[in-house]
Nanobody, 123 residues
Framework: QVQLVESGGGLVQAGDSLRVSCAASGRTFASYAMGWFRQAPGKEREFVGGISTSGGNTPYADSVKGRFTISRDNAKNTVYLQMNSLKPEDTAVYYC????????????????WGQGTQVTVSS
């Protein structure tokens, strides 16, 4: 069992940066691939990016590639989402998720989810 808790969301202006974190419980965090997803009002949850267990593979959605960076610290049981050059269309609830196996973009393959943190980008 893994429990995930996101933090660091907030209200920022377009062009600003923000880092959200996801802290995991349990001693097996390093064995899980991690993903970040987001859901805007009236829209489906979408894949933002992910990171493999070792950190060596970090796929991103095209909409955030070059602006967002995902990293993990297995010693701290934490995964980070660094968001730069934020746009109003990045406004959403951001969720982290964990899965066994390789990192991927399909939400249904993630076994554990956090409660989400709101990120709002004003124009």
């Amino acid at each position: 069992q893994v429990q995930l808790v996101e933090s660091g969301g907030g209200l920022v202006q377009a062009g600003d940066s923000l880092r959200v974190s996801c802290a995991a419980s349990g001693r097996t965090f390093a064995s899980y691939a991690m993903g970040w997803f987001r859901q805007a009002p009236g829209k489906e949850r979408e894949f933002v990016g992910g990171i493999s267990t070792s950190g060596g593979n970090t796929p991103y959605a095209d909409s955030v590639k070059g602006r967002f960076t995902i990293s993990r610290d297995n010693a701290k049981n934490t995964v980070y989402l660094q968001m730069n050059s934020l746009k109003p269309e990045d406004t959403a609830v951001y969720y982290c998720a964990a899965r066994t196996g390789g990192v991927g973009s399909i939400a249904g393959r993630y076994e554990y989810w956090g409660q989400g943190t709101q990120v709002t980008v004003s124009s």
